[in-house]
Nanobody
Framework: VQLQASGGGLVQAGGSLRLSCAAS????????MGWFRQAPGKEREFVAS????????KYTDSVKGRFIISRDNAKNTVALQMNSLKPEDTAVYYC?????????????????WGQGTLVTVSS
């Protein structure tokens, strides 16, 4: 499975961005999907995950109430709507796919990774 992330950019604090990730295969519909981020000098961290049918979602505490993960299996896409952005959200954001239909929050349990898209939030 190839993943292509897009939608990053520069935004002021309090603003919004929508990231999108397109998958190359229809088997995408049976995989859990996730978004991770990596800030300069820091480890890659979990942001959000969604199960195969979009019913179950999980977020890291720092983005709860601000970010929304969603998926469209008919279009093989997953999105991350990011609202009320803060400077500490600045990072390269990666989408990932796991050959597991349920929520996955552990980095090493994901099987496929996109190339990353840079989000910069200015204060």
């Amino acid at each position: 499975v190839q993943l292509q992330a897009s939608g990053g950019g520069l935004v002021q604090a309090g603003g919004s961005l929508r990231l999108s990730c397109a998958a190359s295969e229809r088997t995408f519909g049976s995989y859990a999907m996730g978004w991770f981020r990596q800030a300069p000098g820091k480890e890659r961290e979990f942001v959000a995950s969604i199960n195969w049918n979009g019913v179950s979602k999980k977020y890291t505490d720092s983005v709860k109430g601000r970010f929304i993960i969603s998926r469209d299996n008919a279009k093989n896409t997953v999105a991350l709507q990011m609202n009320s952005l803060k400077p500490e959200d600045t990072a390269v954001y990666y989408c990932a796919a796991a050959r597991n239909p349920n929520i996955v929050i552990v980095t090493t349990l994901y099987d496929y990774w996109g190339q990353g898209t840079l989000v910069t939030v200015s204060s």
